[in-house]
């Protein structure tokens, strides 16, 4: 595989004002792809997958623990603790121990975290003055989020990105939240431009959840592509029972079925995902 090489560390937030989209299920599949291929690359890279959604999904599975994590080793310190070294966070991932990283989070610890993030200056930035430490260290931070985009923590996300994947369904509730979230992209990079500081780039909008033969289906993939053209990542992810499967079982979907449609589906969107990024670097 003629893999091309990231210039510049990245940043990737998964972001919908829509819950239920595949928001973590992409984050922890595409950051568990990035992290595959890493070897694969002369220099190699680091993945870190940053869980900025209070429910914790992404890290209590990447973690396969059911206990949440204590304050003092979590997201939640970590946001509002100013003296405390990121770089001693991240924890090596059962999925790919020697690539795959990430920071664990709990509704517990967040919700003590945000009111004092409330109260912190620059509140939005605080995630990015910590993913700019934490990126000489990853080459690629992946955030997932959770919520709706006026929210803390997804306004966070939004200003730590370098670039912005919005995952939808591929029905009508989905195309809703889409429209809602790619308005919120242009404000956050209005915001960012004011403040003289780089907006992320929107790297795609991804389909999930597509079932062929099912007309409203197919129809919201037609209206978005028309409406969106090639913001809209051709790598479209099918509707499939394969990811829940596999997640139930503390695996990916590589580990899990590597020839199922899924794990085909997600290898694509890596590959895609990874020639965006390295054209917007150009
Ligand atoms: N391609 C798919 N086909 C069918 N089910 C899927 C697919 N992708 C994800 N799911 C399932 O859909 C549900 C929602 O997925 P996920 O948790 O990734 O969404 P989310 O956007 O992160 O949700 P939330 O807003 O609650 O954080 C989960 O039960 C997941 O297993
Ligand atoms: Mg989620």
Redesign the pocket.
């Known amino acids: 595989m003629d893999l091309p090489l990231l210039k510049k560390s990245v940043a990737i937030g998964?972001v919908?004002d829509?819950?239920?989209?595949?928001?973590?299920?992409?984050?922890?599949h595409l950051a568990s792809w990035l992290a595959k291929i890493s070897h694969r690359h002369e220099y190699g890279w680091r993945v870190l997958l940053v869980d900025m959604?209070p429910?914790a999904?992404?890290a209590s599975t990447l973690s396969c623990q059911p206990e949440p994590p204590a304050l003092e080793q979590s997201l939640g310190r970590l946001l509002v603790d100013t003296k405390a070294d990121p770089l001693s966070f991240p924890r090596s991932s059962p999925w790919r121990p020697e690539t795959l990283f990430y920071i664990p989070s709990s509704p517990e610890t967040m919700e003590t975290a945000i009111p004092a993030l409330l109260r912190m200056p620059n509140a939005d930035l605080r995630l990015r003055a910590l993913a700019a430490k934490l990126s000489a260290a990853y080459q690629v931070i992946v955030f997932?989020?959770?919520?709706r985009v006026s929210d803390l923590l997804v306004r966070n996300v939004g200003f730590a990105s370098t670039h912005l994947i919005i995952?939808a369904n591929a029905d009508w509730f989905g195309y809703e939240g889409l429209s809602r979230t790619v308005r919120w992209q242009a404000d956050i990079g209005d915001s960012l431009a004011g403040l003289g500081l780089t907006p992320p780039q929107l790297l795609g909008v991804l389909l999930?959840?597509?079932r062929t033969n099912v007309g409203n289906s197919e129809e919201t993939v037609s209206r978005t592509r028309a409406l969106l053209g090639d913001a809209v990542f051709e790598t479209m992810?099918?509707?499939?029972?394969?990811?829940?499967d596999a997640?139930s079982r503390g695996q990916d979907v590589f580990s899990f079925g590597v020839s199922s449609p899924?794990a085909k589906?997600v290898n694509q969107l890596g590959l895609e995902v990874l020639q965006r990024v390295v054209q917007s670097q150009a």
């Open positions: 998964l919908c829509k819950g239920g989209v595949s928001k973590t299920t992409t984050a922890l959604d429910q999904t992404a997932d989020s959770g919520g995952p999930s959840h597509v992810i099918p509707f499939t029972i394969m990811f829940a997640i899924a589906a």
